[in-house]
């Protein structure tokens, strides 16, 4: 249980171009996720809270125009990157909870690439 | 604030040695704290967790025990596999004011060689 599957895993396109990722929550229901923007050499970046229903939390330093999150239902947050540039190239990791007290349960990711 | 601290990497061990992956935080209140491994290409999958203090996390062979008096987390294995080759983050979750706020560690690299 508790799978969260990411789409898509990889996208390749031209600079300008807006870019949407999914995330759901296949067999739980998710009030709150999570999406992350991974660089090399590892670190993991929060970038926003994505709450159904409500506005996203975002980061110190996050672009909420830049990185709009929509979280329409309990099974899905969408992360659209406008106008993409090459330095959004990146990898994108969304996570969610089962509930109070639990671990975050992570999609397989996306690489993005603006060429 | 919160932060997680983790050994720098790469650790390089040969098939069957012992593994030991620092790992220590700060946190205002009583956070959870889990390893996550991430395997090339992949996003990151939960390994173990502990919830309060002294409390033992185990899976596949991996450990790691809260210590709240050392706000340690460390990661160990007696024997490791080439198939452990990944990346292994150490994390911690706090509710503040109702919202849960997780914290990582910037991840440690482990090439296991047969």
């Known amino acids: 249980g508790a799978v969260v599957s990411q789409h898509p895993s990889w996208v390749i396109c031209k600079s300008g171009t807006s870019v949407k990722i999914e995330c759901r929550s296949l067999?739980?229901?998710?009030?709150?996720m999570f999406w992350y923007r991974q660089f090399p050499k590892q670190s993991l970046m929060l970038m926003a809270t994505?709450?159904?229903?409500?506005?996203?939390?975002?980061e110190q330093g996050v672009e909420k125009d830049k990185f709009l999150i929509n979280h329409a239902s309990l099974t899905l947050s969408t992360l659209t990157v406008t106008s993409a540039h090459p330095e959004d190239s990146s990898f994108y990791i969304c996570?969610?909870?089962?509930?109070?007290?639990?671990?975050?349960?992570f999609g397989d990711g996306t690489r993005l690439s603006i060429l | 604030g919160n932060s997680v601290t983790q050994m720098e990497g790469p650790v390089t061990l040969s098939e069957e040695a012992f593994l030991t992956i620092n790992c220590t935080y700060t946190a205002t209140g009583y956070p959870s704290l889990f390893w996550y491994v991430q395997y090339p290409g992949e996003g990151l999958q939960l390994l173990l967790k502990a919830t309060k203090a002294d409390d033992k996390g185990s899976n596949k062979g991996f450990e790691a025990t809260y210590r709240k008096e050392t706000t340690s987390f460390h990661l160990e294995k007696g024997s490791v596999q080439v198939s452990d080759s990944a990346v292994y983050f150490c994390?911690?979750?706090?509710?503040?004011?109702?919202?849960?706020?997780?914290?990582f560690g910037r991840g440690t690299s482990l090439i296991v060689h047969p």
């Open positions: 994390a911690l979750g706090v509710t503040e004011g109702g919202s849960y706020i997780p914290t």
């Open positions: 067999d739980f229901q998710a009030t709150t």
């Open positions: 996570s969610a909870r089962v509930g109070v007290g639990q671990p975050q349960h």
């Open positions: 994505s709450n159904e229903g409500s506005k996203a939390t975002y």
